[in-house]
Nanobody, 127 residues
Framework: QVELVESGGGLVQPGGSLRLSCTAS????????WAWFRQAPGKDREFVAA????????YYLDSVKGRFTISRANTLNTVDLQMNSLRPEDTAIYYC????????????????????WGQGTQVTVSS
């Protein structure tokens, strides 16, 4: 069973930055497809960002474009989410997700496109 472990969450002031990382227990994740989702209290889990195998594009929630960057780290079984210019509305639990099968473009923002999930890491943006 593949395990995903997130790290890097915490408390930050508005306008600040955080970098989240997600590491998979299996090194064969070099060929996997990755995404980040988030869930704020009382709200549904929503798509934040995704990167697919053999795809130079990155996909983002409109409200985080220009502020967040998803990237594969040097270790092939890790994906990062760099979050800049954070806002109070970014406060949520952030979840890493992954899948072996490459989701089609129309599906990569859906939770159902990902088989593996981390436990989540809390991000709080507050002064």
């Amino acid at each position: 069973q593949v395990e995903l472990v997130e790290s890097g969450g915490g408390l930050v002031q508005p306008g600040g930055s955080l970098r989240l990382s997600c590491t998979a227990s299996e090194r064969t994740f070099s060929t996997y497809n990755w995404a980040w989702f988030r869930q704020a209290p009382g709200k549904d889990r929503e798509f934040v960002a995704a990167v697919r195998q053999s795809d130079p594009n990155r996909y983002y929630l409109d409200s985080v474009k220009g502020r967040f960057t998803i990237s594969r780290a040097n270790t092939l079984n890790t994906v990062d989410l760099q979050m800049n210019s954070l806002r109070p509305e970014d406060t949520a639990i952030y979840y890493c997700a992954a899948n072996l099968n490459r989701p089609i473009t129309s599906a990569l923002r859906q939770k159902t496109a990902y088989a593996y999930w981390g436990q989540g890491t809390q991000v709080t943006v507050s002064s």
